[in-house]
């Protein structure tokens, strides 16, 4: 990685081959830790290909992980922390990460016109609308709407993804040691693209369509969570 992020070349021939790394790396991570026995990953439901923002819940740390798997150009929020990351500092900037929210009205605007200028660049980008990891694996919380914002001004698509994990593992408070010593399963369910046209009016307002994907998802969860264990 380091030797991409001092080649030369033009800056978006860099971000496309940082991503192309990434995307390998995580291939050969989750290859891993399914080998290993330690998550037995299901993915179901189809990926929307051309640009949009993608929208998932939250359980574990392995989310955003999963999601490259199927979105090898995507991008998402980083926490401004990073920029102090020996590791990661230099590559959020190269691969067009955008920085997120500092609490403020005018990053809220940075960050909508950056992810509009992504999509338009052909990405697909990825937003964890809760802000931090959910408490359970079927509980979610408030969506925040910056997501929709960028959606609704690119006039891009939605596409809702539902995780599940059973049990829950790398949530909140929880440690690597508990997550090796368990049979993990996660379900990464690519759910029905929304499009904004073909929503009625009411619905159009980046706050009415971040509660409707908030339904979407947790609906989707709660049915997951009742099927039966093999068939999750």
Known sequence: MPRI?????????KRSRALFHAHQHV????NTLSRLGLVEFQFRGEVINEPAVVVANHPSLLDFIVLLRDFPNAIC?????????????EFVQVAGYVEGMDGTRA??????????????EGHHVVFFPEGTR??????????RSTGFHAAISSDSPVQPVAIY????FLGKNQSWKEFSAAKNLMVIEFLEPIHITDLPEDMRSAKALADHVRTIIKERLVELESAEPDTA
Not at 27 to 30: A, I, P
Not at 107 to 120: F, N, P
Not at 134 to 143: D, M, P, T, W, Y
């Open 107 to 120: 990053a809220s605007k940075r960050i909508v016109d950056e992810c509009c200028q992504r999509l338009e």
């Open 165 to 168: 994990c059973k049990p829950l």
């Open 77 to 89: 929020l980083y926490k401004s922390q990073t920029r102090n990351n020996p590791v990661l500092a």
């Open 5 to 13: 992020m001092s080649s030369g070349g033009q800056r978006i021939e």
């Open 134 to 143: 959910s408490k359970s694996n079927i509980s979610l919380g408030r969506f």
């Open 27 to 30: 291939s050969v991570y989750l």
